[in-house]
């Protein structure tokens, strides 16, 4: 069931039925999570040596790019669409995941009408970052066309428009360079 | 105060270093991130696996979060890459289709078929849900009394007039208040 922005009275009923069924964690699950404890606040003095700290680091560093290749670890289309367990129809979304040194990129292909939209998500310390997409329309050609957009907060980025073919994509995060392997954006091959 | 302005004080504080908006961070997400994992087909070590580290993740991400609005679609898809990582790391390990089992005839052991929702949609649909349950749960009693007893099964629900004594809200008051609350809860999946 899709969200409903607007339900009438007796959708909201049924999806209130539903939400008043959803279980609670175990509660030594809850509890354990809850002994995580807060996040150390944020003191003067640390974030002052921090930022000093750090504009140190990032002036001699600065010209030092390490440049980091991104696994693959997951991609949906790589499964039998059954052994997924997730749905009984075939699923046009695409679902990749890689991991590149403490970093893992979340990244989705889902078609829309002729074209492909790519969204994704950084999970990492960053708090800041550029991707660029290359793509080309044929494997391995030279002419790729290039896109560049940012990582918003949550670290998620997006581009849409695009045509089926392959496309490259290099995230910028700090001083690291993470290539993720090519990836083939069109239909499903079976 | 609403939903998220209320999400909002729980991250400040749990920013300036309280334990108990921590301890209600954990309880407002914990049966969110619970649903999502629980759909993934993890078994039950895994799950809680995963659940533990969906709130270590989240406790080093609020430090550096600038919009609590989006933190519950940060959470859910926390939770759902989190267990899908565990589910391949699985994979690695044991054979997760039943085709050494005499008797299974190779059915794979992940066809959960839950609801035949596409994963995304599944997963909004729960942020839903989640959104809904809070609202309810914020009801002032008598109004989450109401709407336990008005959401109840066609086949368990009382009629009016027991409603209204259980209440002891007047027969032609349940309707007018019945509305409200339907608005109410209406505005919080639209907010």
């Not at chain 1, 949906?76 to 669409?81: M, V």
């Not at chain 1, 800041?128 to 290039?146: Q, Y």
């Not at chain 2, 959104?131 to 008005?150: F, G, K, Q």
């Amino acid at each position: 069931m899709a969200p409903l922005d607007s339900p009438s009275d007796d959708e909201l009923m049924a999806l209130g039925r539903q939400a008043m069924s959803l279980p609670d964690a175990p509660a030594h699950w809850v509890r354990r999570a809850a002994d995580i404890g807060v996040p150390e606040p944020e003191r003067p003095w640390k974030s002052l040596v921090g930022d000093l700290a750090g504009a140190v680091v990032n002036a001699v560093s600065a010209a030092v790019i390490r440049q980091i290749h991104a696994a693959l670890d997951f991609d949906s289309w790589a499964s039998p669409a059954s052994a997924t367990g997730m749905r009984s129809m075939p699923d046009r979304t695409r679902h990749l995941l890689f991991s590149a040194k403490g970093r893992d990129i979340d990244v989705r292909i889902i078609p829309v009408a002729e074209r492909y939209a790519m969204a994704g998500q950084v999970l990492g310390s960053d708090d800041f970052g550029t991707v660029e997409l290359v793509h080309r329309p044929l494997p391995g050609s030279d002419d790729g066309e290039s896109h560049v957009s940012s990582l918003d907060e949550l670290g998620e980025f997006r581009f849409s428009g695009l045509r089926q073919g392959t496309v490259s994509i290099t995230l910028r995060l700090g001083n690291d360079e993470v290539l993720l392997p090519s990836i083939d954006v069109g239909e499903r091959r079976v | 105060m609403d939903i998220d302005e209320e999400l909002l004080e729980l991250v400040v504080g749990c920013r300036a270093g309280d334990q108990a908006a921590w301890t209600a961070l954990v309880q407002r997400f914990q049966r969110l991130v619970f649903a999502v994992v629980c759909r993934m087909g993890l078994d039950e070590h895994d799950a809680a696996d995963v659940f533990q580290t969906v709130f270590e993740r989240l406790n080093k991400h609020l430090p550096t979060l600038k919009d609590p609005s989006r933190l519950r679609a940060w959470v859910v898809t926390t939770a759902k890459r989190e267990a899908l990582l565990q589910r391949q790391r699985a994979r690695r390990t044991v054979s997760m289709t039943m085709a050494d089992d005499e008797d299974s005839a190779g059915t794979p052991e992940w066809d959960l078929a839950d609801d035949a929702l596409r994963p995304e949609q599944s997963l909004s649909h729960l942020q839903q849900l989640d959104r809904l349950r809070h609202a309810i749960d914020r009801l002032e009693p008598r109004a989450r009394s109401l709407v336990e007893m008005l959401f109840c099964d066609e086949d368990e629900r009382l009629p009016y007039e027991d409603i209204a004594r259980q209440l002891g809200m007047a027969v032609g008051s349940l309707g007018p208040t019945r509305q409200r609350v339907l608005e109410r809860l209406r505005r919080s999946l639209a907010a």
